[in-house]
T-cell receptor
Framework: DAGVIQSPRHEVTEMGQEVTLRCKPI?????LFWYRQTMMRGLELLIY????????DSGMPEDRFSAKMPNASFSTLKIQPSEPRDSAVYFC??????????????FGPGTRLTVL | DQQVKQNSPSLSVQEGRISILNCDYT??????FLWYKKYPAEGPTFLIS?????DKNEDGRFTVFLNKSAKHLSLHIVPSQPGDSAVYFC??????????FGSGTKLNVKP
């Protein structure tokens, strides 16, 4: 398997523009997570899905952020309008839940977002 | 508020010596803990885990210790190798899904 795929790898945009980040989880995985990494706050969970259904979005910072998972192989994280403080690395991760304590999340390479 | 803290942003160790990375948490409901390793331009990769029913878990050169009363965990790497140079994140969860991560410790292992 190719692992978790994220696109684009780098995104530079101007304040006020809409940004869409994309994620393809590992095939067969039933959980998908979106994280944001910043210098100040480290790695923060934004939202996670189980079987394409959003379960917990309490980490989404504002209404400007939205996430969707229309099917098991695709998810998007959208920021509209974007602001300079949204600049960060955004990671997507997926997991297959077998019930074993060794279940782990597999992370994608991340999208580095810069908002000017 | 940060529920998981890694107070040392960086650590430098000589090759062959022990590396000790520390992590503190505040939520007594956390019962599952992970360590992830991250190289530049890559996503974090799982390293080792421990549940609250244990106080130690070993995997090769990596050992994680959990002190529940102190709400503290540590990762020991023995012996340290240059390839271990990376950023290490600890993470904790009360429900196996919502993990809280620390801000990371950058480990540099000098040859």
């Amino acid at each position: 398997d190719a692992g978790v795929i994220q696109s684009p790898r780098h995104e530079v945009t101007e304040m006020g523009q809409e940004v869409t980040l994309r994620c393809k989880p590992i095939s067969g995985h039933d959980y998908l997570f979106w994280y944001r990494q910043t210098m100040m706050r480290g790695l923060e969970l934004l939202i996670y899905f189980n079987n394409n259904v959003p379960i917990d979005d309490s980490g989404m910072p504002e209404d400007r952020f939205s996430a969707k998972m229309p099917n098991a192989s695709f998810s998007t994280l959208k920021i509209q309008p974007s602001e300079p403080r949204d600049s960060a690395v955004y990671f997507c991760a997926s997991r297959w839940t077998s019930g074993a304590s060794t279940d782990t999340q597999y992370f994608g390479p991340g999208t580095r977002l810069t908002v000017l | 508020d940060q529920q998981v803290k890694q107070n040392s942003p960086s650590l430098s160790v000589q090759e062959g010596r022990i590396s000790i990375l520390n992590c503190d948490y505040t939520n007594s409901m956390f019962d599952y803990f992970l360590w992830y390793k991250k190289y530049p331009a890559e996503g974090p990769t799982f390293l080792i885990s421990i549940s609250s029913i244990k106080d130690k878990n070993e995997d090769g050169r990596f050992t994680v210790f959990l002190n529940k009363s102190a709400k503290h965990l540590s990762l020991h790497i023995v012996p340290s190798q240059p390839g271990d140079s990376a950023v290490y994140f600890c993470a904790a969860s009360a429900n196996f899904n919502k993990f809280y991560f620390g801000s990371g410790t950058k480990l540099n292992v000098k040859p």
